[in-house]
């Protein structure tokens, strides 16, 4: 399965794996044992990736990784004790793992998987307006006085980190509004399109979110094909000040969306 923005189908050029196996124990086989079988496979398969230039995953969110590499029942306690705990560690997991998609092998663990999680996700609604509140914490970079809030970092002076404080707001908020509903979508875009008639949004003003969502992805990726070293430290990194008339007008519209996008996740879950 893949997780995070590949299953989302929303990787760009710089990123890292973030992948894990749902299997079945077939004849009465323990998962420990199935799982002693996998693991090597799975060491194998992710250190091609790396060496294709999908980096190593450095918080360890990959399928040699044996706490993800789980049978059908594993999966499912896990998910069940996200949803049952609220912690700050549990909304980080969930964040990442809710995204899921099957990539290869049979499909049907998957998607049954994810038909398991989204009959569970609206009767918690207390773990939903936690994940809203902690989505809640980034803040597109718009200021009072100018028109961007930038950051120095090394090699990054005056500059927005736009996956931090640009996508991450459209993506949280059309994560969130997908697991309340039910909906399988995973897709960022599609998430948002499909949830826009249970919301109080015109549909105008979705489609509206979908096209700054979308303007800033682009914008990412233009940044990041221009760079002759990818690095993560400044791969999602602009300066607003070497942006034309054009584009910083479309970057600050698209803030703006994605604040209005907040407002109304924070009206809905009362955060």
């Known amino acids: 399965m893949g997780f995070g923005s590949e299953g989302r189908f929303e990787q760009t050029f710089s990123t890292d794996q973030d992948n894990g196996i749902i299997f079945s124990a077939h004849d009465g086989a323990a998962p420990d044992e199935v799982r002693s079988r996998l693991l090597p496979f799975a060491r194998a398969v992710n250190e091609a990736l790396d060496g294709c230039g999908f980096r190593w995953c450095k918080g360890n969110v990959m399928a040699s990784n044996p706490a993800l590499c789980l049978?059908?029942?594993?999966?499912?306690?896990?998910?069940?004790?996200?949803?049952?705990?609220?912690?700050?560690?549990?909304?980080?997991?969930?964040?990442?793992?809710?995204?899921?998609?099957?990539?290869?092998?049979?499909?049907?663990?998957?998607?049954?998987?994810?038909?398991?999680?989204?009959?569970?996700?609206?009767?918690?609604?207390?773990?939903?307006?936690?994940?809203?509140?902690?989505?809640?914490?980034?803040?597109?970079a718009l200021g009072t006085l100018r028109d961007f809030v930038t950051e120095d970092v090394p090699n990054a002076p005056h500059s927005i980190d736009l996956k931090l404080y640009g996508v991450r707001l459209f993506v949280d908020a059309a994560r969130i509004y997908a697991l309340a509903q039910g909906l399988p979508q995973t897709n960022t875009v599609e998430r948002l399109r499909a949830a826009g008639p249970g919301t109080?949004?015109?549909?105008?003003?979705?489609?509206?979110?979908?096209?700054?969502?979308?303007?800033?992805?682009?914008?990412?990726l233009r940044t990041q094909a221009s760079q002759d070293a990818l690095t993560e430290d400044t791969a999602n990194r602009i300066d607003p000040d070497k942006l034309n008339e054009?584009?910083?007008?479309?970057?600050?519209?698209?803030?703006?969306?994605a604040r209005k996008?907040?407002?109304?996740?924070?009206?809905?879950?009362?955060?």
Not at 88 to 98: G, N, R, V
């Open 246 to 257: 054009l584009q910083r007008h479309i970057l600050r519209e698209s803030f703006r969306l």
């Open 71 to 140: 049978s059908v029942e594993e999966w499912r306690a896990k998910v069940g004790g996200w949803l049952a705990k609220w912690e700050p560690q549990a909304l980080l997991e969930a964040s990442i793992y809710f995204d899921f998609r099957p990539l290869y092998g049979d499909v049907s663990l998957a998607t049954g998987l994810r038909d398991w999680v989204l009959q569970r996700t609206p009767a918690y609604p207390a773990f939903l307006r936690q994940m809203a509140q902690n989505a809640l914490r980034a803040r597109p």
């Open 261 to 271: 996008l907040q407002q109304r996740l924070a009206l809905d879950y009362q955060v």
């Open 200 to 220: 109080r949004m015109k549909a105008a003003d979705i489609e509206a979110a979908i096209d700054a969502f979308l303007a800033i992805q682009q914008l990412r």
